[in-house]
């Protein structure tokens, strides 16, 4: 997936690897997220195959730029990306559900000091979607009008995981008052 979350990023706009990495950590990154060393590589196998093309662009005192544009071909294979069916869900890895399935075997106060730690981390979370993800597509889209369809986009997904986190949330206060009343038993 690391191929189409960078060409749909090099659809909008030429960019190097490293502004490539700003862009992910600055939108996708909470639903897609990439190391540096994992864009250079992807992004090296892109232009090979003809999705991309890089030009070195020369800097006075500062290391050459490499910036990379899609292609035709590059371009054709991620709206056809975009428009196959996803047939499946995707599979989720959530640490503290698995921790809390075998939480009856620790000791109450152990569990509820993670909730409590957890609960904490999603409320920021959930104030980080609702004040800083939402500003920037904001002044993004006031600098770049033409993307206003997108920022649309852009603003669903970033609704979704404000939903997320209440929805976590929840989750973790029931648990807490699970913890509690197993606690009295």
Known sequence: MLKYTLLGFLNYSPMTGYE???????????????????IYI?????EEAGE??????EQQERPDRRVYTITLTG??????????????LSPKK???????????QADPKQVLAQLQLQHDLHQKQ????RSGVGGFIETYIQQHPQLAKDARMWEATRRFGEMY???YLRWIKEMMEEVNQGDET
């Not at 490539?20 to 994992?38: E, G, M, N, V, Y």
């Not at 959530?94 to 009856?104: G, Q, V």
Request: proline share 2%; aromatic share 14%; glycine share 0%.
């Open 75 to 88: 371009r054709t294979d991620f709206l056809s990306w975009l428009a196959e069916p996803y047939m499946s």
């Open 165 to 167: 986190e209440e929805v």
């Open 94 to 104: 959530e640490t503290l559900i698995l921790k809390m399935f075998f939480a009856a």
């Open 126 to 129: 959930l104030a980080y979607y």
């Open 42 to 46: 992807t992004l090296k196998a892109l």
């Open 52 to 57: 991309v093309t890089s030009l070195i662009h």
């Open 20 to 38: 490539l990495k700003q862009r992910i950590d600055r939108s996708t990154t909470h639903f897609w997220h990439a190391k540096l060393s994992q």
